[in-house]
Protein backbone atom coordinates (compact mmCIF):
# COMPACT_ATOMS: atom_id res chain seq x y z
CA UNK A 1 0.00 0.00 0.00
CA UNK A 2 1.17 3.88 -0.91
CA UNK A 3 0.70 5.45 1.91
CA UNK A 4 1.78 8.74 0.03
CA UNK A 5 -0.55 8.52 -2.45
CA UNK A 6 -3.57 8.25 -0.13
CA UNK A 7 -4.28 12.12 1.14
CA UNK A 8 -5.85 11.31 4.19
CA UNK A 9 -3.28 8.46 5.68
CA UNK A 10 -0.80 10.89 4.76
CA UNK A 11 -2.09 13.95 6.71
CA UNK A 12 -1.84 11.33 9.44
CA UNK A 13 1.74 9.99 9.12
CA UNK A 14 2.47 13.64 9.30
CA UNK A 15 0.35 14.30 12.22
CA UNK A 16 1.91 11.46 13.68
CA UNK A 17 5.60 12.68 12.85
CA UNK A 18 4.80 16.29 14.43
CA UNK A 19 3.73 14.57 17.73
CA UNK A 20 6.77 12.15 18.12
CA UNK A 21 8.94 15.53 17.47
CA UNK A 22 6.75 16.75 20.76
CA UNK A 23 7.32 13.71 22.77
CA UNK A 24 11.28 14.10 21.66
CA UNK A 25 11.15 17.55 22.69
CA UNK A 26 10.11 17.22 26.15
CA UNK A 27 12.27 14.67 27.23
CA UNK A 28 9.57 11.61 26.70
CA UNK A 29 11.04 9.41 24.45
CA UNK A 30 14.55 8.60 25.51
CA UNK A 31 15.86 6.02 22.28
CA UNK A 32 12.88 4.29 21.57
CA UNK A 33 11.23 4.70 23.93
CA UNK A 34 7.43 5.43 23.38
CA UNK A 35 4.73 3.86 20.90
CA UNK A 36 2.26 5.43 19.36
CA UNK A 37 -0.87 3.66 17.04
CA UNK A 38 -3.59 4.95 14.67
CA UNK A 39 -6.59 3.07 13.64
CA UNK A 40 -6.84 4.19 10.16
CA UNK A 41 -9.68 1.97 8.73
CA UNK A 42 -11.30 5.19 7.61
CA UNK A 43 -8.79 6.22 5.41
CA UNK A 44 -9.09 3.30 3.27
CA UNK A 45 -11.48 2.95 0.81
CA UNK A 46 -10.12 -0.24 -1.61
CA UNK A 47 -8.24 -2.48 1.08
CA UNK A 48 -5.93 -4.70 -0.87
CA UNK A 49 -6.56 -8.08 -1.89
CA UNK A 50 -3.50 -9.80 -2.53
CA UNK A 51 -2.38 -9.94 0.95
CA UNK A 52 -0.16 -13.02 0.25
CA UNK A 53 2.37 -10.68 -1.10
CA UNK A 54 3.25 -8.63 2.48
CA UNK A 55 4.67 -10.39 5.38
CA UNK A 56 2.51 -11.82 7.91
CA UNK A 57 2.62 -12.44 11.53
CA UNK A 58 0.69 -14.73 13.92
CA UNK A 59 -0.63 -12.69 17.48
CA UNK A 60 -0.27 -14.50 20.57
CA UNK A 61 -4.26 -13.92 21.19
CA UNK A 62 -7.41 -12.99 19.14
CA UNK A 63 -9.03 -9.24 18.63
CA UNK A 64 -12.22 -10.55 17.15
CA UNK A 65 -12.95 -6.58 16.93
CA UNK A 66 -10.48 -5.71 15.13
CA UNK A 67 -10.92 -8.17 12.35
CA UNK A 68 -10.06 -6.52 8.64
CA UNK A 69 -8.85 -3.67 10.52
CA UNK A 70 -6.04 -1.52 10.05
CA UNK A 71 -3.94 0.52 12.09
CA UNK A 72 -0.69 2.84 11.54
CA UNK A 73 1.54 1.47 13.96
CA UNK A 74 4.98 2.80 14.87
CA UNK A 75 8.18 0.26 14.85
CA UNK A 76 10.10 -1.86 17.67
CA UNK A 77 13.36 0.02 18.01
CA UNK A 78 12.63 3.04 16.97
CA UNK A 79 13.24 6.35 17.63
CA UNK A 80 10.40 9.47 18.16
CA UNK A 81 13.16 11.81 16.91
CA UNK A 82 14.08 9.95 13.67
CA UNK A 83 9.82 9.05 13.23
CA UNK A 84 9.76 13.00 13.11
CA UNK A 85 12.30 13.17 10.69
CA UNK A 86 11.06 10.26 8.70
CA UNK A 87 7.80 8.73 9.25
CA UNK A 88 7.58 6.31 6.03
CA UNK A 89 10.74 4.69 7.50
CA UNK A 90 9.39 4.43 11.13
CA UNK A 91 5.74 3.45 11.28
CA UNK A 92 4.01 1.08 8.56
CA UNK A 93 0.27 -0.21 8.38
CA UNK A 94 -0.81 -3.48 9.97
CA UNK A 95 -3.93 -5.21 8.53
CA UNK A 96 -5.40 -7.83 10.89
CA UNK A 97 -6.45 -11.20 9.27
CA UNK A 98 -10.49 -12.31 9.43
CA UNK A 99 -9.86 -13.56 12.94
CA UNK A 100 -7.90 -10.87 14.27
CA UNK A 101 -5.33 -13.20 15.63
CA UNK A 102 -2.53 -12.91 12.63
CA UNK A 103 -1.54 -8.83 10.89
CA UNK A 104 0.00 -8.23 7.34
CA UNK A 105 2.29 -5.43 7.38
CA UNK A 106 1.22 -3.70 4.44
CA UNK A 107 2.39 -0.85 3.60
CA UNK A 108 5.90 -2.78 2.96
CA UNK A 109 6.03 -5.32 -0.22
CA UNK A 110 8.60 -7.56 1.48
CA UNK A 111 10.83 -7.81 4.43
CA UNK A 112 13.90 -5.62 3.48
CA UNK A 113 14.56 -3.46 7.06
CA UNK A 114 12.82 -5.92 9.30
CA UNK A 115 10.64 -3.82 10.71
CA UNK A 116 7.95 -4.77 13.48
CA UNK A 117 5.49 -3.27 14.92
CA UNK A 118 5.66 -1.88 18.86
CA UNK A 119 6.52 -4.76 21.07
CA UNK A 120 3.51 -3.36 23.26
CA UNK A 121 1.36 -4.44 20.12
CA UNK A 122 -0.60 -6.32 23.08
CA UNK A 123 -1.51 -3.04 24.55
CA UNK A 124 -2.16 -1.12 22.07
CA UNK A 125 -4.29 -3.99 20.09
CA UNK A 126 -6.19 -4.84 23.49
CA UNK A 127 -7.03 -1.08 23.68
CA UNK A 128 -8.20 -0.51 20.10
CA UNK A 129 -10.26 -3.71 20.88
CA UNK A 130 -11.63 -1.77 24.04
CA UNK A 131 -12.54 1.10 22.10
CA UNK A 132 -14.72 -0.43 19.39
CA UNK A 133 -16.51 -2.65 22.18
CA UNK A 134 -17.31 0.57 23.93
CA UNK A 135 -18.03 2.23 20.57
CA UNK A 136 -16.32 5.28 21.45
CA UNK A 137 -14.62 7.45 18.92
CA UNK A 138 -11.00 7.34 19.99
CA UNK A 139 -8.70 6.77 17.38
CA UNK A 140 -5.06 7.08 18.95
CA UNK A 141 -3.38 4.84 21.44
CA UNK A 142 -0.07 6.36 22.54
CA UNK A 143 2.64 5.21 25.15
CA UNK A 144 5.73 8.13 26.20
CA UNK A 145 7.93 7.78 29.24
CA UNK A 146 6.87 11.06 30.53
CA UNK A 147 9.86 11.71 33.25
CA UNK A 148 7.74 13.85 35.85
CA UNK A 149 5.00 10.91 35.76
CA UNK A 150 7.54 8.50 36.36
CA UNK A 151 9.42 9.83 39.27
CA UNK A 152 6.54 10.19 40.95
CA UNK A 153 5.85 6.94 41.00
CA UNK A 154 9.44 6.56 42.94
CA UNK A 155 7.39 7.26 45.74
CA UNK A 156 5.55 4.44 47.53
CA UNK A 157 3.05 7.02 48.81
CA UNK A 158 2.06 8.34 45.44
CA UNK A 159 1.61 4.63 43.73
CA UNK A 160 -1.88 4.77 44.74
CA UNK A 161 -4.67 6.19 42.45
CA UNK A 162 -6.61 8.16 44.95
CA UNK A 163 -3.44 10.00 46.39
CA UNK A 164 -2.34 10.40 42.62
CA UNK A 165 -5.30 11.72 41.40
CA UNK A 166 -6.30 14.47 44.18
CA UNK A 167 -2.36 15.43 43.31
CA UNK A 168 -3.13 16.42 39.82
CA UNK A 169 -6.78 17.55 39.84
CA UNK A 170 -5.54 19.57 42.63
CA UNK A 171 -2.66 21.41 40.73
CA UNK A 172 -4.43 23.49 38.09
CA UNK A 173 -8.17 23.85 37.77
CA UNK A 174 -7.73 22.17 33.61
CA UNK A 175 -6.28 19.24 35.07
CA UNK A 176 -10.60 18.12 35.95
CA UNK A 177 -11.65 19.83 33.50
CA UNK A 178 -9.95 17.19 30.48
CA UNK A 179 -8.82 14.63 32.44
CA UNK A 180 -12.06 14.06 34.70
CA UNK A 181 -11.57 10.23 35.61
CA UNK A 182 -7.92 10.88 36.47
CA UNK A 183 -4.94 8.10 36.20
CA UNK A 184 -5.48 4.24 36.74
CA UNK A 185 -1.67 3.03 38.75
CA UNK A 186 -0.70 -0.18 37.40
CA UNK A 187 1.95 -1.96 39.72
CA UNK A 188 5.01 -2.60 37.72
CA UNK A 189 4.88 -5.97 35.32
CA UNK A 190 6.93 -6.81 32.48
CA UNK A 191 6.33 -4.37 29.91
CA UNK A 192 5.66 -5.79 26.20
CA UNK A 193 3.49 -8.95 28.14
CA UNK A 194 -0.25 -9.96 27.89
CA UNK A 195 -0.59 -9.23 31.87
CA UNK A 196 0.34 -5.50 31.49
CA UNK A 197 -1.84 -5.04 28.29
CA UNK A 198 -4.81 -6.96 30.49
CA UNK A 199 -4.17 -4.64 33.39
CA UNK A 200 -4.12 -1.43 31.63
CA UNK A 201 -7.37 -2.15 29.22
CA UNK A 202 -9.40 -2.58 32.91
CA UNK A 203 -8.14 0.03 34.38
CA UNK A 204 -8.93 2.14 31.14
CA UNK A 205 -12.47 1.23 31.35
CA UNK A 206 -12.58 3.47 34.29
CA UNK A 207 -10.02 6.12 33.71
CA UNK A 208 -8.96 8.40 31.02
CA UNK A 209 -5.14 6.98 30.91
CA UNK A 210 -2.95 4.91 33.18
CA UNK A 211 0.27 5.54 34.37
CA UNK A 212 2.87 1.88 34.85
CA UNK A 213 4.42 2.29 37.96
CA UNK A 214 8.63 3.20 37.05
CA UNK A 215 7.20 2.99 33.19
CA UNK A 216 5.34 5.53 31.54
CA UNK A 217 2.32 6.84 30.34
CA UNK A 218 -0.63 5.26 28.15
CA UNK A 219 -3.31 7.59 26.42
CA UNK A 220 -6.17 7.38 24.26
CA UNK A 221 -7.96 10.24 22.07
CA UNK A 222 -9.57 10.96 19.05
CA UNK A 223 -6.24 12.74 17.23
CA UNK A 224 -2.50 12.50 18.05
CA UNK A 225 -2.70 16.02 18.80
CA UNK A 226 -5.85 15.31 22.03
CA UNK A 227 -4.08 12.36 23.09
CA UNK A 228 -0.46 14.33 23.30
CA UNK A 229 -2.42 17.02 24.68
CA UNK A 230 -4.17 14.51 27.65
CA UNK A 231 -0.59 13.97 28.67
CA UNK A 232 0.09 17.35 28.59
CA UNK A 233 -1.90 18.46 30.89
CA UNK A 234 -1.19 16.24 33.41
CA UNK A 235 2.41 16.20 33.17
CA UNK A 236 1.72 20.04 33.89
CA UNK A 237 0.13 19.21 37.20
CA UNK A 238 2.65 17.11 38.20
CA UNK A 239 5.56 19.55 37.16
CA UNK A 240 4.10 22.40 39.44
CA UNK A 241 3.48 19.81 42.68
CA UNK A 242 7.64 19.26 41.98
CA UNK A 243 8.40 22.77 41.75
CA UNK A 244 6.49 23.68 44.95
CA UNK A 245 8.16 20.83 46.88
CA UNK A 246 12.11 22.13 44.89
CA UNK A 247 11.39 25.40 46.42
CA UNK A 248 10.24 24.03 50.27
CA UNK A 249 6.44 25.11 49.53
CA UNK A 250 4.20 22.15 50.33
CA UNK A 251 1.36 22.78 47.94
CA UNK A 252 -2.23 23.39 48.52
CA UNK A 253 -4.02 21.87 46.17
CA UNK A 254 -7.56 23.04 45.46
CA UNK A 255 -10.27 22.11 47.92
CA UNK A 256 -12.84 18.89 47.39
CA UNK A 257 -15.29 21.49 47.18
CA UNK A 258 -13.36 23.29 44.43
CA UNK A 259 -12.57 19.82 42.68
CA UNK A 260 -16.47 18.97 42.50
CA UNK A 261 -17.39 21.72 41.14
CA UNK A 262 -15.00 21.68 38.15
CA UNK A 263 -15.93 17.92 37.60
CA UNK A 264 -19.65 19.47 37.33
CA UNK A 265 -18.17 21.79 34.83
CA UNK A 266 -16.52 19.23 33.34
CA UNK A 267 -19.76 17.07 32.67
CA UNK A 268 -21.23 19.87 30.80
CA UNK A 269 -18.28 20.09 27.86
P1 LIG B 1 9.20 -0.21 21.33
O1 LIG B 1 10.49 0.36 20.74
O2 LIG B 1 9.09 -1.68 21.13
O3 LIG B 1 8.01 0.57 20.83
O4 LIG B 1 9.29 -0.03 22.90
C1 LIG B 1 9.42 1.21 23.50
C2 LIG B 1 8.80 1.25 24.84
O5 LIG B 1 8.57 2.33 25.34
C3 LIG B 1 8.46 -0.02 25.52
O6 LIG B 1 7.64 0.19 26.62
ZN1 LIG C 1 7.81 2.18 27.43
Redesign the pocket.
Known amino acids: MDIESNKELKQLLLEMAEVADFLWKRGWAER????ISISVDHCIKKPLQNLEAYPSFELDRAYPKLATKHFLV?????RMRDLARNPLENARIIRLNNKGDAYWIISQQEIIDNFQP???LPTHLGIHQMIKERGSQEKVVM?A?VSELIALTQSAEHCDEDTLNKLIWGMHPETMIFIPKGIGFIPFVM??TEEIARKTIQSLADHDMVLWEK??IFAIGSSVYDTFDAIDIVSKSVKIWFMCRSAGIQPQGLSEEKLASLRDLSSRF
Do not use: I, L
Open positions: NAGNTGTGKTSEHHPGHG
